[in-house]
Every structure is written in C-alpha cells, then in structure tokens.
C-alpha cells in the first residue's frame, strides 16, 4: 500500500522553530517529488512548498507566505521529507499534509497519496 | 498567481438529487485541474484529475468538465456519504493554488 506518514507536530514558541517528516512507503519515493501542504482549523488548503527528486538537483519551492522561514529537504536512503520551520508565527498554526504527484515522479500533476497530517499550534 | 474561485460555498441538497460545483481561474490553465472531497478530520481525497478524468475507486456518479479557466464538478445523485467539502486545485503554474471549497449539505 502506497503511504506517507507525517510526525513531529505540536506546540511551539512564536519565534521558535519545529522540524516535521513525513515517511513514505509503498512507492519509489527516489523518484517523486515531495509537497507539503497546510490547512488552518475551519480553512481552506494551501500549498506550502516541494522538493524534486535528485533528478532535479533537489531543487525547492516555496510559498510567498513561508518562503526564508521554511526549509524542506530529503533523505531519500529513509524515505523521508523534512519540514523545517523557524520563526514560527501564530498564523502558521495548522495541519500540515505531506503529498506526492499522482505519476509518482517529479512533473506537474494531482496529488493523489496524502498522509493523515500532524498538527502545529504556535502560541505562547 | 492564480486564483481559483469556487461557487457556491455551500450547498444543500436531497439524497438522489444531482448537484454542480463550479469552479473559475484567472488565468488559462488548460486542463491541469484537479477536485479533491475532504471528510473533516481526514485528509484531501483525489477524486478527478486532468479536468475530468477519474481518480481511482472514485464512483461513476462523479463527474468533472471544463477547460482553461471555467470548470464544473457533478454528482449525478448525491448519496449521503458525499456530503463533504469539496476543493479544485490548479496545477499548471507556481505556486499551486487551491479554491476556497464548497461545503456540500445533504437535506
């Protein structure tokens, strides 16, 4: 069964930093890109950044929102992404979904595998 | 960016009726849309792709169409378990964009 599992959520500090993953299974994650996507309680969804395969040198992107404060790497011998996030602000308090493309591979597509989503609360 | 509007943002409808729910971008996206239904607490489900193709296991009664910037998705009749919030999502161009969903009620 094809699968990705977020962990490390929880509650942070405003100005502090958490780092998330998500593990995957089932798939050739080698080969896919790798989202992350957020939805603060009773929102809407929205796309927070990706991370190419080495195809693609690893290359990154962000949204305008997190772009400088996030950071998201992989480790494709443990078939993990990561979730950097420093200078934690309260609207960044959410559900943040890990997810690939539909293909499985690195080119514009649906996404299609979800994984259940780990929880950020920023507060004080 | 491109923003995608969805309308309406919610709808109430009887069991075995059939409903529509649009779906409008900014700018040209060919058809590189997608429709997701989410179940509160649960995460996003795939439900068509490419405009109008369906994802897998998703049932008959679903429906999509559409191109560049107006697209529709259509449940024939709808059953209980449909009721949900239902999102498109363009992905033609950076950063990808979600609609602000539709919350479908069943009477």
């Known amino acids: 069964e094809e699968q990705l599992v977020e962990s490390g959520g929880g509650l942070v500090q405003p100005g502090g930093s958490l780092k998330l993953s998500c593990t995957a299974s089932?798939?050739?994650?080698?080969?896919?890109?790798l989202h992350w996507v957020r939805q603060a309680s009773g929102k809407g969804l929205e796309w927070v950044g990706r991370v190419r395969s080495k195809a693609y040198d690893y290359a990154t992107a962000y949204a305008a929102s997190v772009k400088g404060r996030f950071t998201i790497s992989r480790d494709d011998s443990t078939d993990t992404a990561y979730l950097q996030m420093n200078s934690l602000k309260s609207e960044d308090t959410a559900v943040y979904y890990c997810t690939r493309y539909r293909s499985g591979s690195d080119k514009f597509d649906a996404f299609d595998i979800w994984g259940q989503g780990t929880m950020v609360t920023v507060s004080s | 960016e491109i923003v995608m509007t969805q309308s309406p943002a919610t709808l109430s409808v009887s069991p075995g009726e059939g409903v529509t729910l649009s779906c409008r971008a900014s700018q040209r996206i060919s058809n590189n849309l997608a429709w997701y239904q989410q179940n509160p607490g649960q995460a996003p489900r795939l439900l068509i792709y490419g405009a109008s193709a369906r994802a897998t296991s998703v049932p008959a009664r679903f429906s999509g169409s559409g191109s560049e910037t107006e697209f529709s998705l259509t449940i024939s009749s709808l059953q209980s378990e449909d009721s949900a919030v239902y999102y498109c999502q363009q992905y033609s161009d950076w950063p990808l964009t979600f609609g602000g969903g539709t919350k479908v009620q069943i009477k």
């Open positions: 089932g798939f050739t994650f080698s080969g896919s890109a």
